[in-house]
């Protein structure tokens, strides 16, 4: 299993950013070819503008799926704009992981 860790720093409207975290994750839930292949979590750090995203997918072509959407490049591009340019990003190998996760 591949994932990604995603950080960056957002100080501005707190319900513009929610709105877009929740408008990508619903897209990923809707969307039979990547619902339970593709995960998600986003997270605020307790200085409140410190921001974290993780994904997480089965293969390669299920990530292939999702970045050819158009929910994902609305996504993306609401990220560098949140993220005032390119966000740190880390691709990893999952090598092991609670249940649930």
């Known amino acids: 299993m591949r994932g ?4 960056y720093k ?3 409207e707190e319900d513009t950013w929610q709105a877009a975290m929740n408008d990508f994750i619903d897209a990923i839930n809707n969307d039979p070819a990547a619902a339970d292949k ?3 979590q986003v ?3 307790d200085d409140k503008a410190t921001r ?3 994904g997480r997918w089965d293969s ?3 990530l292939a799926h ?3 959407q158009g929910y994902f490049k609305t996504f993306a591009g609401k990220v560098r704009e949140f993220a005032g340019g390119t966000p740190s990003a880390t691709g990893h ?9």
């Open 4 to 7: 990604i860790t995603i950080t």
């Open 10 to 12: 957002y100080s501005g």
């Open 38 to 40: 593709f995960n998600y």
């Open 43 to 45: 997270a605020v750090a």
């Open 52 to 54: 974290f995203h993780w």
């Open 60 to 62: 390669a072509e299920t």
């Open 66 to 68: 999702v970045q050819s």
């Open 93 to 101: 190998d999952i090598s092991l992981k609670t249940n649930g996760w």
